[in-house]
């Protein structure tokens, strides 16, 4: 099973930008589909950015679209979540998720999940 390990959370204020990193320990064959998700204190895992490997597909969440971006370094085996001018309400730990397939807003089709970064995003 591919590893994810995601890094570049931390404390920022509002307004302010963070870029996360997805790490996969390998590489893949098929379709492969990495995926951005996050979830606050008390509420439900949601969808935030997926991006497929072969077609650059990309989704993004209509809460952060303006905001936030998604890109991959191929090279580096390595998925990245630009997020510019961060509210509060972004404050959330973000998961990194994979899955063989297309790009999906669902988190029940991800089968490899990371440990999580925290974000947090003062007023």
């Known amino acids: 099973q591919v590893q994810l390990v995601e890094s570049g959370g931390g404390l920022v204020q509002a307004g302010g930008s963070l870029r996360l990193s997805c790490a996969a320990s390998?590489?893949?064959?098929?379709?492969?589909?990495m995926g951005w998700f996050r979830q606050a204190p008390g509420k439900e895992r949601e969808f935030v950015a997926a991006?497929?490997?072969?077609?650059?597909?990309?989704m993004l969440a209509d809460s952060v679209k303006g905001r936030f971006g998604i890109s991959r370094d191929n090279a580096k085996i390595t998925v990245y979540l630009q997020m510019n001018s961060l509210k509060p309400e972004d404050t959330a730990i973000y998961y990194c998720?994979?899955?063989?397939?297309?790009?999906?807003?669902?988190?029940?089709?991800?089968?490899?999940w990371g440990q999580g970064t925290q974000v947090t995003v003062s007023s």
């Open positions: 998720a994979a899955r063989v397939g297309i790009p999906s807003d669902r988190s029940s089709l991800y089968g490899n």
């Open positions: 390998r590489r893949t064959s098929g379709s492969y589909v």
């Open positions: 991006t497929s490997w072969s077609a650059g597909r990309t």
